[in-house]
């Protein structure tokens, strides 16, 4: 584990120097990462860290897992295809083949797949063009506390006005409306939204589509229940809404199913997918349609990385290896559990709330400068955590789906002991 008195901000000159200011992550954990393996990251003094980020998601089957790894060194040493554009090569066609059959066979679901470019905003982005081009309406409604991305389409879906801010045009076509319990949980947000829908007098046009995330990740680990989420896709059907689902944090076994909406009834129009996708951490991204809203003309929508053949091939080994039966999906759940008790542990004492799904699970404290700071005591005691929220005021888990129970517990308790050091309340976590 770390040191108490971290050593390694002693060699980040060189990225003070000529790396730009925009850069985030590396100012929350100041040291140099030379080596990972599993949810643990090595710095170059040697100093091991639990990850409880896992590339904001991107990693869900951990760092450097051997059993894509296998798969990927033994394609490059065969000279297998890296890039093709958008062109026809083995290592797509198996890939394709396999999401079918691992994936959509099996939950009686049929989509078209689109790949969109390498990140999560791409998938976004051409979500949105589709959207429009299908239905013919300009207007997208998103939802309070929503985040899609950093390009400008994906960001005027977006509400944290900081991030907005960074656009430096005006962000438009979008119209927010509030996310399930925004309001309290007493207010019915579903019948406001009809509402806007309805009367001609509202001044919403009628939108090309609903976007969200079932569960709003970096918008402060926001849970849509059961309840609102089916009423927002039957909100969509009766008025010809297409709906999205943005999967990209929370989809790939996030939440415990491949995709964080199949415990309820609803059938999105357009699914998108990125980060965990590819599950080694290479840039893939996806854009699932329902075939007939499959409009687009050849390069209609296009980029030179969205045939990424390195990707393909590390995402089949993982569809391969961990969907091709439920296991994965209930080590999840056993270690929501662990996750969800330990965070309770912590809340009891310290007026705060918990709340997630699966292994995307948060601790929102009342006093908002206190998240922050567990953070940057914990990654002294050696676990990286990262905070969510537009006041980045709670504490997100978002561990490997793979990680080990030894390392879960431990992470867990440096979590409490960095909160108890924090705040100068013991916090027993077991």
Partial sequence: MASQQLNGSKNLDTFDRLESNVRGYCRSFPTVFSSARGATLVNEEGEEFIDFFAGAGALSYGHNNPALKSALIEYLAGDGV?????????????????????????????????FPGPTG????????KLARKVTG???????TNGFHGMTLGSLALTGNS????????????????????????????????ERYLMDSSSGMDLPAAFILETVQAEGGVNIGTRG??????????????LLIIDDIQVGCGRTGPFFSFEPFSIQPDI????????????????????PELDVFSPGEHNGTFRGHNAAFVTATAALREYWQDDELTRKVNRNARTVRDALL???????????????IQGIEFADHSIASAISKE???????????????????????????DELLNRGLKILGESTAAVTNVPVCVN
Avoid at 271 to 290: F, R, V
Avoid at 380 to 387: D, F, S, V
Wanted: proline share 4%; glycine share 6%; hydrophobic share 45%.
């Fill in 137 to 143: 309406r300009h207007n997208v409604v998103s939802f």
């Fill in 378 to 404: 914990a990654f002294k005691r050696g676990l990286i955590i990262e905070t969510a929220g537009p006041n980045d005021e709670v504490i997100k888990t978002l561990p490997p789906l793979t990680i080990a």
């Fill in 162 to 193: 900081g991030k907005r801010a960074g656009a430096g045009v005006p962000l438009n076509n979008v119209t927010h409306m509030p996310f399930c319990d925004f309001l309290g949980t007493e207010t019915d947000t579903i019948a406001a939204l």
């Fill in 271 to 290: 699914i998108c997918l990125s980060k965990s996708i590819s599950g080694y951490g290479l840039p893939m991204a996806l854009t699932l349609m329902k």
């Fill in 228 to 241: 609102w989420l089916e009423a927002l896709a039957e909100l969509a059907n009766r008025y010809k809404v």
């Fill in 345 to 359: 542990d912590i809340a009891v004492d310290h007026d705060a709330v918990v709340r997630g799904r699966g292994m």
């Fill in 82 to 114: 890296v890039h093709a554009l958008d062109m026809s090569t083995s290592a797509k066609r198996t890939f394709l083949q396999t999401f079918d059959e691992v994936i959509l066979r099996p939950r009686d679901m049929s989509y078209k797949i689109m």
């Fill in 121 to 128: 905003t791409n998938a976004v982005e051409s979500a949105l």
